[in-house]
């Protein structure tokens, strides 16, 4: 079945404690996106990648780091995670031309206390 | 990209067709409509997107009028299940395909 994996679905840490919060497609697909959506605010766009090792930033890439070390997959990094980075996060993905369908991960909610 | 303006929010009867306005006055021509629906907190599903005629898939009906400055959505026999927030979104898809998503239409199917 064609999908968009995000791993894991709930994630509560602590302020400062490094995570990744990993993506996986297995459609191909050059393109890949991160977008938190938060309420009041809706989806906003951290970082895309257009290909593999092409990454750029974003409407909100502040505390964030993405890699695209591999075509399949768009880890999303927090360095230092902070409370303001609690929200519901988003990964999808498309081929590579830019007017086709973004297909979405079933999010991953993320709480930092 | 151009804005959207949707209602708030509609409901419709299970088995009726539900029909979801979208103004988008400033869309220019190389811009496509998108519609996406969101069922509580999942991932953004695609629906539905066309240029300038009229378009159907599996899933619903895309109505663009003549001058494109608004369309609508046609859910042909809404089911308990396609209580979402629907978003329309207008893009011309740049290199980044960035889509920019709205406040949306909470749509609710009552039995």
């Not at chain 2, 029909?19 to 979208?22: A, D, F, G, K, Q």
């Given at each position: 079945e064609a999908q968009v994996t995000q791993n894991p679905r709930y994630l509560i840490t602590v302020t400062g404690k490094k995570l990744t919060v990993t993506c996986s497609q297995n459609m191909n697909h050059e393109y890949m996106s991160w977008y938190r959506q938060d309420p009041g605010l809706g989806l906003r766009q951290i970082y895309y990648s257009m290909n593999v090792e092409v990454t750029d930033k974003g409407d909100v890439p502040e505390g964030y780091k993405v890699s695209r070390k591999e075509k399949r997959?768009?880890?999303l990094i927090l360095e230092s995670p902070s409370p303001n980075q609690t929200s519901l996060y988003f990964c999808a993905s498309r081929r590579g031309r830019s007017y086709e369908k973004l297909f979405f991960g079933s999010?991953?909610?993320l709480s930092v206390l | 990209d151009a804005k959207t303006t949707q209602p708030t929010s509609m409901d419709c009867a299970e088995g009726r067709a539900a029909?979801?306005?979208?103004n988008h006055s400033t869309i220019s021509g190389n811009e496509y409509v998108y519609w996406y629906r969101q069922i509580h907190s999942q991932g953004p599903q695609y629906i539905i997107h066309g240029l300038k005629n009229n378009e159907t898939n599996e899933m619903a009906s895309l109505i663009i009028t003549e001058d494109r400055k608004s369309s609508t959505l046609i859910l042909p026999h809404a089911t308990?299940?396609?209580?979402?927030?629907y978003y329309c979104i207008v893009s011309n898809f740049g290199a980044n395909s960035k889509l920019t998503f709205g406040?949306?239409?909470?749509l609710s199917v009552r039995p």
């Open positions: 997959n768009f880890p999010g991953t909610q | 029909n979801l306005p979208c308990l299940r396609d209580t979402a927030v406040k949306g239409i909470t």
